[in-house]
């Protein structure tokens, strides 16, 4: 108990003996990880929105215009059933045709024209989320094309793919940004404890001399770097929420957002957390970065 | 309690030891003695692995150093005390402090370590002065620190590298008279000084290295 709380004390020791290098590095951490921050806000309310746009994937299957009504509450029973099919909507030729009139009311005379109803009867099929994908999409179009009673089915097949490529794109750049940011974080703690083991090289001499082992000396730096960068990355959070905040006020973005329907959001409690922790974890290891080209230490 | 034998060491091509054979008793009281550069502290720190020989090998304890694992050199440190002639106080830390470390590198409970570092500043004659920092104490105060961080933990060896080098004459004397009290209670004492006055006025074994050999080891009577 003794050496833990003096191993602590030395931590707290290093960052009040070092003030000014510790507020420049944890305002400077606070800074990086705003980047990743800002680059995580981004990245969870564009997934949202582009969520929401994935609502929009419907799949619509005309029937022939010979089939009976019992077939077409057969296939609508079978589809029910599908694993991809999470919702069914059945559009008799009188529906369409309504529909029709009410969405382009200038085109009447064309109806007139035609003398009978020229609108087949269709289903329109919700997709479950895990089969929205572009394949999974075209293999369940397939299975329904082979069908005798369907005409033609027809899905937004540009809207998926883009979609997919549009995350998976955003994903990527996530991740190398993410990268970018950790390893300048990393480096910069690192420099910072580089300071504190100079500005105590003469102490790590003394306590090597009188015994302690590599561990007793190393930790209180383990610690003040995880220190740094847990309070680094708690002060991005602040700003990253000062900034969340002004957006949504000034920049009146509450709501819509680019008339996607989709609502702004900050950081869910576990992301906020996990920032947090991220940073103790890049401090402690811009420690170890430190610690291992000091030959002082390991001797 | 040790043992050195065929020792040589050399830096960038400076014979600093060459062929060093000695042995020292437990409880003993012995001072290493020579001109500047004669290999004192070379053999000084040798003893406690701040070095290691070119040539030959030591026992500290029965135990071989140059068999020693890195890891284990720790371990051996905690069994030996070591006086330096420029302190190495922790600037930062309290005179209590800095004589506890020693202790809490070892892990001693806080009720322990609080007995051991006020009777060790007892006999130091510091434990009025436990809250004072290093910067306000004189150089004798600062040396009696040093001692009672080197014998807190009770070490079988107490080395002291030049202990009196910054003291006036009746402060050396007072250093050494604690190095007698610490060597009365067992503890195999270490002297490297060129101090002749300071040798001469207590007759003790007395090892004379010139340019890294041993010149002579003469024993004292006391």
């Known amino acids: 108990m003794t050496t833990v709380r003096y191993l602590l004390s030395e931590a707290v020791d290093n960052i009040k003996t070092n003030r000014t290098t510790t507020v420049t590095a944890v305002i400077t951490t606070a800074f990086t990880m705003l980047g990743m921050g800002v680059f995580l806000l981004l990245y969870l309310n564009i997934q949202g929105v582009l969520g929401s746009l994935h609502e929009e994937i419907k799949v619509i299957v005309y029937f022939r215009d ?30 369409a045709l309504d529909s029709f009139r009410n969405r382009f009311p200038s085109e009447e005379r064309l109806l007139n024209g035609l003398g009978e109803n020229p609108f087949p009867a269709s289903l329109v099929l919700k997709i479950v989320p895990r089969f929205r994908t572009s394949q999974a999409v075209a293999d369940l ?46 480096t910069i703690l690192a420099n910072t404890i580089r300071l504190t083991l100079y500005a105590r090289r003469e102490d790590i001499e003394i306590l090597r001399l009188i015994g302690a082992t590599p561990g007793f000396i190393k930790t209180p730096f383990l610690l003040e770097g995880a220190v740094l960068g847990g309070l680094g990355a708690a002060g ?9 905040g002004f957006a949504e006020t000034k920049m009146a973005l509450h709501g819509s957002f680019w008339g996607l329907g989709a609502t702004l959001s900050f950081l869910p409690a576990r992301l906020m957390a996990a920032m947090v922790i991220l940073g103790v974890m890049l401090g402690f290891l811009g420690s170890i970065v430190s610690l291992g080209q000091l030959r002082d230490v390991r001797r | 309690m040790i043992e050195i034998y065929h020792v040589s060491k050399s830096f960038q091509g400076r014979q600093a030891l060459h062929d060093v054979n000695l042995k020292i008793e437990k409880g003993e009281f012995v001072y290493l003695t020579g001109a500047s550069g004669a290999g ?69 409970s806080e009720g322990l370590l ?31 620190v040093c001692l009672a961080r080197a014998i807190v933990n009770d070490p079988l060896i107490l080395l002291a590298d030049e202990p009196t ?13 604690l190095l007698k009290a610490v060597n009365l209670r067992g503890t195999t004492v270490v002297v490297a000084t060129h101090n002749a006055n300071l040798m001469a006025r207590q007759n003790r074994r007395m090892i004379i290295l ?7 080891s003469r024993a004292g009577e006391a």
């Open chain 1, 66 to 95: 010979f089939v009976s009504p019992q077939a077409m509450t057969a296939l609508r029973m079978k589809l029910r059933d599908d694993a991809a099919v999470s919702g069914i909507e059945f559009v008799t030729r009188e529906q």
């Open chain 2, 210 to 216: 010139e340019h890294g050999r041993v010149l002579e």
């Open chain 2, 114 to 144: 609080r007995g051991k570092v006020f009777e060790a500043l007892r006999l130091v004659g510091l434990d009025k002065l436990q809250k004072a920092l290093p910067s306000t104490l004189s150089a004798g105060e600062q040396q009696r």
């Open chain 1, 141 to 186: 179009v397939q299975k329904l094309q082979a069908l005798p009673e369907v005409e033609e089915v027809l899905y937004n097949r540009d809207l998926i793919e883009n979609l997919a490529a549009g995350l998976r794109y955003l994903r990527l750049l996530g991740i190398l940004v993410g990268a970018v940011l950790a390893a300048s974080m990393v």
């Open chain 1, 236 to 244: 991005s959070l602040l700003l990253l929420r000062a900034a969340f």
């Open chain 2, 165 to 177: 080098s910054n003291l006036d004459a009746a402060l050396s004397t007072e250093i050494m008279d």
């Open chain 2, 40 to 108: 004192k502290t070379t053999l000084l720190r040798l003893v406690f692995r701040a070095e290691t020989p070119d040539e030959g090998h030591i026992l500290v304890n029965n135990r071989n150093l140059s068999e020693l694992k890195g890891s284990a050199v720790p371990y051996l440190r905690r069994s030996i005390g070591i006086i330096f002639q420029d302190f190495r106080l922790l600037p930062r830390k309290t005179v209590f402090e800095n004589v506890a470390i020693t202790l809490k590198v070892v892990g001693v």
